[in-house]
Nanobody
Framework: VQLQASGGGLVQPGGSLRLSCAAS????????MAWYCQAPGKQCELVAV???????NYANSVKGRFTISRDNAKNTVYLQMNSLKPEDTAVYYCNAETYDGSWSNYWGQGTQVTVSS
């Protein structure tokens, strides 16, 4: 399974970005898809989760600003990031989990998001 993350870049505070995570197979096969981030010198943190049934959860720091969504036809999960803050600066990683008797975990390469004036 391959996960291809894209959409990062440099944006000013208050700006927006949309990250994409394209999977090499149907995302129906994944129980959970998520975005994580890792800021310099910090641990990787969960940002947002979307489950197969469509339910979502967000880190408190991004609630009301970020939205995770999925396009099943395109096998892609998105992270719409609005009202970006300098503290959102991090490498963002796409993650997928699937259960088939045991859990399997897949990671995409990171995409850098830098929020700076």
């Amino acid at each position: 399974v391959q996960l291809q993350a894209s959409g990062g870049g440099l944006v000013q505070p208050g700006g927006s970005l949309r990250l994409s995570c394209a999977a090499s197979r149907s995302i129906f096969s994944f129980n959970v898809m998520a975005w994580y981030c890792q800021a310099p010198g910090k641990q990787c943190e969960l940002v947002a989760v979307i489950r197969n049934g469509g339910s979502t959860n967000y880190a408190n720091s991004v609630k009301g600003r970020f939205t995770i969504s999925r396009d099943n036809a395109k096998n892609t999960v998105y992270l719409q990031m609005n009202s970006l803050k300098p503290e959102d600066t991090a490498v963002y990683y796409c993650n997928a989990e699937t259960y088939d008797g045991s859990w399997s975990n897949y990671w995409g390469q990171g995409t850098q998001v830098t929020v700076s004036s």
